[in-house]
């Protein structure tokens, strides 16, 4: 991890935003993402109890794909189509990985949600972790490919992005981006959201 970059673009940003995130500019930003409302849908929609409905659950996450500023307009439609086009057995498997993923063995969770997504042709990074990125909006973020390439070439992360999720990747990324959280000032990083914005207006 390149610190002084980061220290660099730590300072590039207060000279142009002195209030941080609490500037009127960032706070127009962060508006059109919602980040609150879309944490709370989440832990009403997928926390155990409410898993516990498949066909209520594979609707909810359709809303919550849906309504994400972050997830692409192309795959939203695309996502939506085909966990309503899944049979019974597949919309089970989605859920329980959803919940695998959330709640219990994150591994095997993810690897279920990427194996059966993978038969519709959308095992893709957006996807795989918009769940976590909003139900723990401190520790986990929403993986955007040209995003997480350029901070790895920016910050020169000792990592190798590969656009079909893998495990070791995800958990890779996501702690070098908390280690780089440590590195600058806590109004930076209100969420981890908020940090990948400031990471890509910085870029």
């Known amino acids: 991890m390149n610190i002084t970059k980061l220290k660099a673009a730590e ?20 508006k059109k993402h919602r980040v609150e409302k ?8 997928f926390n155990p109890e409410s898993l ?8 909810n996450m359709i809303k919550l794909v849906t309504r994400s ?3 692409s307009l192309f795959e939203k439609p695309k996502f939506r189509d085909a966990v309503r086009a899944m049979n019974s057995d597949e919309q089970q498997v989605l ?17 279920q949600l990427v194996e059966l997504l993978a038969l519709y042709k959308l095992a893709k990074w957006t996807l795989i972790t918009v769940f976590r990125c ?25 990592l190798m992005y590969k656009p079909r999720p893998t495990y070791e990747f995800f958990t890779k990324y996501r702690q070098a981006i908390n280690s780089m959280k440590q590195q600058v000032h806590p109004s930076l990083a ?9 990471l890509m207006m910085t870029m």
């Not at 300072?11 to 962060?30: A, H, L």
């Not at 139900?135 to 020169?156: A, F, G, M, R």
């Not at 209100?190 to 400031?198: E, K, L, Q, R």
């Open 69 to 71: 500023s972050m997830v």
């Open 95 to 111: 859920v329980t990985g959803l919940g695998e993923l959330l709640h219990g063995d994150e591994e095997k969770g993810f690897n």
């Open 11 to 30: 300072k590039d940003f207060f000279t142009k935003y002195p209030e941080g995130f609490q500037s009127p500019e960032m706070k127009e930003i962060s």
């Open 52 to 59: 516990g409905n498949i066909e209520e659950a594979c609707e």
């Open 190 to 198: 209100p969420n981890n959201a908020a940090f990948s914005g400031f």
């Open 38 to 45: 879309m944490v709370t849908l989440a832990h009403s929609s």
């Open 134 to 158: 909003y139900y723990y909006p401190q520790t986990d973020l929403l993986y955007k490919p040209t995003t997480v390439k350029n901070v790895i070439k920016t910050y020169e992360l000792n």
